[in-house]
């Protein structure tokens, strides 16, 4: 590697990490002076974030075979004297760049169409600099974490993008329930984060560091620091217990509960964090962490059975949710799911395509949800209002577009992206495939049924809201979107130039690993009819499923009633989400509460009442001691002669 | 055996009373008097010491004594009124803000 | 004193201090029969050890047993009585009584300038005192005794220690003649004890006399500035505890 680039990339990467944490500092501290323009540092700062992920994707792509990954040292953070220091140091590789890429890149968007959203008739919101500076924050704490060398850097982005989400989540803190919905983030996150940490603890343990070449090397090899060899069970344990972090973050089965919720946060927020970056950050840390995971089949099946789960799991929820935001909160907790699928059936490039399509196909549905709840006057109740075709009619354009691809209709970026999931699952196993295509006829079902109500229909607006389209800052990034959610896919097919870009991370470990091709060769597809017969199979039944829904919600909309009202434990399992939320409340936050009741029980009696008994001899003896000092002089008196006594009984008797 | 041992047992016995009506009456005046008991009981021992020894400066002690004892009860019998009068009451114990 | 007419001689004062912890006030419950039973049994005691323990000196008549028991028992009442006019008038005998042993002990001018002046003046002063502020009957302050108990033990364990020795004085002295007419320390001869008295003091003790005088004159001064003093009169003090419970009961913090 020449010495040049190093220094090229060092700079790059010190440049995307603190510009936008330079930016929020701005933001933060000259609110009272920037007022309206707080968006200017955070602009500035996540551009030039941007700006420095291109060249490094320049530098990227002129890596030649030998040297796939550049580990650039920045300084020494804390050194223990055993010689093992915890150094900031970047992994710069083709993921790594790719994830810088599509955080700078949907971020910036994000910004700059948050620059009109958080404002009520062009004047800005109240906390509206609070907003950029953690905007800001939060781009700094994903860059760290995706641009770290080892697993400290890593935990360190993933607990600082945790704060942030709470952060944004209770941006309107005032509110109760944006107030318990971050709160319930950060705990639901922290759970997961504690199985993470756990991991990291055994990582160190068994390999003596923390950096991910070393470590990385040492599983491929199969050996311990210490020279014992590795064995499966410790590695799967590894795995496991990272995967469970990823679960938290990802909002996967069991921990998606707090998904959902988030959605009280704003827009921009749901965009950003709880669809093209944050939640995806699960999925990148099991993809840098393929060597782990593929040495143990175990570990490798969990992920792919969670993630078909999830998927499958989310979809049927999302299927009668009235809430847009909240379908596409389900809706993106389905598509992680695909992700997770991915990643566990060996097909690690597909899983980052579809993370790299979703990103913003997901973020252009949250933002132009967030434009129609800017029309609607803060509804996002898809029962308040309809058939907002004409009335928004770029807002409609660009949410079509990203429905679209959702739905993996052919020839937009879902479909491409999703297929090759797909196909990958079935040469694993029948059941995870079959799970991915009818997970995928429910997505295209229950995307154009919100298209359909919302946007079709008579129109209909809430009382007195005057809907009016978004203005010029919020539509440019939706039609940036719009363009990257339709032309984004073509990076996959053909000469698939994206899975080729990354072909060098991922050689060696999910490829290597991967039963299906017995060893070697990237994800080429084995045949026509396996690989096109599917794409056809996969392509008609979305169309289908449109075609579905806009019979039942455009042409006969008394079935869905008529189906609701036949099937109501169904339809209620579904409304209340299966009831989750309910059990983890009994079985956990219950006992949890009540437990706290007997520690505050506990230290009302058992330790005060100790202290109080330690106390009672002091007092006692004070009691006691306090009759001599009555203030009667005949009290005083009394003590006198009986001391006087007392001293003339020792003398004579002394003395006798 | 000692010539003087009656008396000075029963000055002893003065003293002791009136030490014993000093410490546990409560009316001002009483316990005044109790002092001056106490003050025959020295005199006693005073007069039979002076015997004892065969000159009479006990005597002048106690008649010193005496002289203390009228200026003692003078100054006390004034104060006392004017206790009295600020309190209302004879009482030692309402004389007790020095208490805890 | 051999050991079992100290031992005799606590038992008595044991038992004189039962008596008098009995003819204290208490309250509604006067237990004065058994003090007075009490003490007049503590009092024939004492004369039986007095007489059968050798204490009694040279030269005693039985005089001596009548104003002891005159002056033990008005000083007893003195201090047990609830009312104070009655206090004050036994003390009047208490002085008579001490008087009257004075003689007994030829120390004539002493006798009789102790009636003079305690009973003369300074009782008639404590009974004015006492008619000024009396409060008709007896007050409550009076009806019980503070701390009797202690008060008594303490009493008399400070008399049992100390009379336990009174017969350690030296004995060289006893066979000298009573000659207390004459001052042989000063060479004094006259032939009555107010004489000698009064050679004794204008001679050896004239300072002290002049001292005397002024202290005496001070007094004056004072009393006459105390009554002239204006005091302010507090709102009237109502006793919220019983006796002897005065600061005893604080709540704990």
């Keep these: 590697m020449a010495p040049d680039t190093l220094a090229t990339l060092k700079i790059c990467g010190i440049v995307i990490l603190l510009a936008p944490l330079a930016g929020a500092i701005l933001a933060g501290a000259l609110a009272p002076v920037l007022r309206g323009r707080a968006h200017w540092p955070t602009i500035l700062g996540v551009g030039a974030a941007f700006a420095a992920a291109i060249c490094v994707f320049i530098h990227v792509r002129q890596f030649d075979a030998e040297h796939v990954s550049a580990l650039v040292p920045v300084y020494d953070w804390i050194a223990s004297g055993t010689g093992s220091a915890f150094r900031v140091e970047f992994l710069i590789d083709p993921l790594t760049s790719v994830m810088l890429l599509t955080v700078t890149g949907v971020s910036l968007l994000v910004v700059i169409y948050s620059r009109d959203y958080m404002r009520e008739h062009g004047r800005p919101e109240k906390g509206y600099e609070r907003f950029f500076a953690f905007l800001a924050l939060f781009v700094f704490a994903m860059c760290a974490l995706v641009l770290g060398g080892n697993f400290v850097l890593l935990y360190l982005g993933w607990e600082a993008v945790g704060l942030c989400s709470y952060l944004l989540i209770g941006f309107y803190y005032q509110r109760p329930a944006a107030a318990a919905a971050a709160k319930k983030a950060f705990l639901v996150n922290r759970v997961g984060d504690f199985g993470f940490g756990l991991a990291i603890f055994l990582i160190y343990i068994s390999f003596g560091t923390l950096q991910y070449g070393e470590v990385f090397e040492m599983v491929e090899r199969g050996v311990l620091a210490n020279g014992d060899p590795l064995t499966q069970g410790r590695v799967t344990g590894i795995a496991l217990l990272l995967l469970c972090g990823a679960c938290g973050k990802s909002a996967q089965l069991p921990l998606h509960v707090w998904l959902p919720d988030a959605m009280e946060g704003p827009s921009p927020v749901s965009a950003l964090i709880h669809a093209a970056t944050m939640v995806t950050a699960g999925v990148y840390m099991i993809a840098r962490c393929g060597a782990i995971f593929t040495a143990s089949p175990l570990a490798m099946t969990v992920v792919a059975a969670i993630g078909a789960t999830t998927a499958l799991f989310a979809a049927t929820v999302a299927l009668v949710q009235t809430d847009m935001k909240r379908i596409l909160a389900y809706s993106t907790i389905s598509q992680l799911g695909y992700m997770f699928l991915g990643v566990g059936v060996y097909a690690a490039d597909a899983a980052i395509f579809h993370l790299f399509t979703h990103a913003f196909f997901k973020a252009l549905l949250f933002l132009g949800a967030g434009s129609v709840m800017h029309a609607m006057g803060g509804i996002i109740d898809m029962r308040q209002f309809g058939g907002l075709r004409k009335l928004l009619p770029w807002t409609f354009l660009t949410f079509l577009i990203g429905s679209l691809a959702l739905a993996g209709v052919p020839m937009f970026s879902g479909f491409f992206s999703k297929d090759e999931i797909i196909h990958q699952a079935f040469t694993r196993h029948w059941v995870l495939g079959t799970i991915g295509l009818v997970t995928a006829v429910l997505t295209a079902f229950y995307t154009f049924r919100m298209v359909f109500v919302a946007f079709f229909g008579d129109e209909r607006v809430p009382e007195g809201v005057h809907a009016h389209e978004s203005g010029r800052w919020m539509l440019v990034p939706l039609f940036i979107l719009a363009i990257g959610a339709i032309g984004a896919g073509y990076l996959g097919v053909g000469g698939k130039p994206f899975h080729h870009f990354l072909e060098p991370v991922f050689e060696h470990t999910f490829v290597a690993a991967n039963p299906a091709w017995g060893g070697h060769e990237a994800g080429h597809a084995v045949g026509f009819w396996a690989a096109y017969g599917l794409m056809i199979i996969s392509g008609g039944l979305a169309i289908l499923a449109i075609g579905a829904a806009y019979v039942l919600y455009n042409r006969q909309p008394w079935i869905p009633p008529l189906v609701r009202a036949s099937l109501p434990q169904g339809y209620d399992a579904l409304w209340n989400k299966y009831y989750v939320d309910e059990l983890y409340d009994d079985a956990i936050v219950k006992p949890a509460r009540k437990s706290g009741k007997i520690c505050v029980g506990l230290d009302d009696y058992l330790i005060d009442g100790l202290v109080w008994v330690v106390t009672a001899i002091p007092r006692g003896l004070a009691y006691m001691l306090r009759g001599f000092q009555a203030g009667a002089m005949q009290g005083y008196a009394l003590s006198m002669v009986a001391g006087m006594a007392v001293i003339v009984l020792l003398v004579f008797w002394a003395g006798k | ?100 | 004193m051999s050991g079992s007419t100290a031992s005799a001689l606590y038992f008595v004062f044991a038992l004189g201090g039962a008596g008098v912890y009995f003819l204290l006030p208490h309250g509604d419950r006067p237990r004065t029969m058994v003090g007075a039973i009490l003490g007049l049994g503590a009092l024939v005691g004492w004369f039986v050890v007095l007489a059968f323990g050798g204490l009694m000196g040279t030269g005693h008549t039985g005089y001596f047993y009548l104003f002891a028991t005159i002056a033990v028992v008005a000083a007893a009442r003195v201090v047990t009585h609830p009312r104070p006019v009655y206090s004050a008038l036994y003390f009047v005998l208490v002085v008579i009584a001490v008087a009257s042993l004075l003689v007994l002990q030829e120390a004539e001018f002493l006798a009789v300038a102790l009636i003079i002046i305690y009973a003369g003046a300074i009782l008639v002063t404590y009974l004015f005192v006492i008619m000024l502020a009396s409060q008709g009957g007896s007050a409550t302050y009076d009806r019980r005794a503070r701390e009797p108990f202690l008060a008594v033990l303490a009493g008399f364990v400070l008399m049992a220690a100390i009379a336990s020795h009174a017969d350690a004085v030296p004995e060289s002295v006893t066979d000298r003649p009573a000659q207390l007419a004459s001052d042989s320390s000063a060479g004094v001869v006259a032939d009555s004890n107010t004489l000698a008295i009064g050679q004794l003091v204008m001679t050896k003790y004239v300072v002290v006399l002049e001292v005397a005088g002024l202290l005496l004159l001070i007094a004056m001064v004072g009393a006459i500035a105390l009554s002239r003093k204006k005091v302010p009169v507090e709102s009237g003090y109502r006793p919220t505890e019983p006796v002897g419970e005065i600061g005893r009961k604080v709540e704990p913090f």
């Design chain 2, 1 to 100: 055996m000692s010539p003087v041992a009656d008396y000075l047992i029963l000055g002893s016995i003065l003293f002791a009373l009136g030490l014993v009506g000093f410490l546990s009456r409560r009316n001002l005046i009483v316990m005044f008097l109790s002092t001056e008991v106490m003050f025959q009981g020295v005199v006693v021992n005073a007069v039979a010491f002076a015997r004892l020894h065969h000159h009479l400066e006990g005597q002048a002690f106690a008649l010193f004594l005496l002289v203390i004892a009228a200026v003692e009860a003078g100054l006390a019998l004034g104060m006392i009124v004017l206790l009295y009068r600020r309190r209302g009451t004879l009482d030692a114990e309402a004389w007790s803000i020095m208490r805890g």
